[in-house]
């Protein structure tokens, strides 16, 4: 296994894994999206599945910490674990460094 590996924990990434599949196979959502970021769009687009899905898993992630990065990009504390996933997938957490966007630099 490659250095780069190593630097993941194994078991939050095989739970992110199982999260995009079951987003995937009986709900027919994005590939690399979970259930928690496609439930926090849903609600707020008003849309039904968001409203019952949301409140559910907010309440599993309750013991979770504010993300300082996360945050930022809101402009706002992220107190709920739905909008910090929808966040999250945003900056491109779930990918490898090598697929995220680079910073741009000041020429």
Known sequence: MSKDVDQYAFWP???IAIDQLLNVFPCFGYADET???RSYRAWKNGRYP???MMPFIDF???WQA????VNAVAGKAVP???ER???K???RRSLPPEYRDEPKQDE
Request: aromatic share 16%.
């Open 50 to 52: 968001g409203k019952l």
């Open 13 to 15: 990434n095989f739970g």
């Open 66 to 69: 504010q993300d300082t990065e």
């Open 89 to 91: 997938e945003k900056l």
């Open 35 to 37: 259930l928690s970021a």
């Open 80 to 82: 709920r674990h739905c």
């Open 60 to 62: 599993l992630f309750l």
């Open 85 to 87: 996933a929808f966040y």
